[in-house]
């Protein structure tokens, strides 16, 4: 909708979703749910818990599995002022 005093965004667009990695027993774009484009409202899904604990088991993502590889990433965050 509207965004009143922002220069950058004058009307912004969106919709609520419940998102997923796509990999094994998953969506193939990783979408479970997802609302009416620009419309106000909750989204509500029902959850498998296996399904959920299937790409953790057997998936590509590896989202457990491969955090240990991630100690590069940063550990502290530098606010920069804009303006």
């Known amino acids: 909708g509207l965004v009143a005093g922002c220069d950058l965004i004058d009307q912004s667009t969106g919709r609520a979703a419940f998102f997923t990695p796509p990999d094994v027993g998953q969506p193939p774009d990783g979408i479970l749910a997802q609302g009416i484009p620009d419309t106000p409202g909750a989204v509500v899904v029902t959850v498998d818990p296996a399904q959920i604990a299937a ?6 993502v590896g989202n457990y599995a491969h955090w240990p590889e991630q100690d590069h990433r940063a550990q502290t965050v530098t606010p920069v002022r804009l303006r």
């Not at 790409?55 to 590509?60: A, C, E, S």
């Open 55 to 60: 790409p953790r088991q057997i998936g590509h």
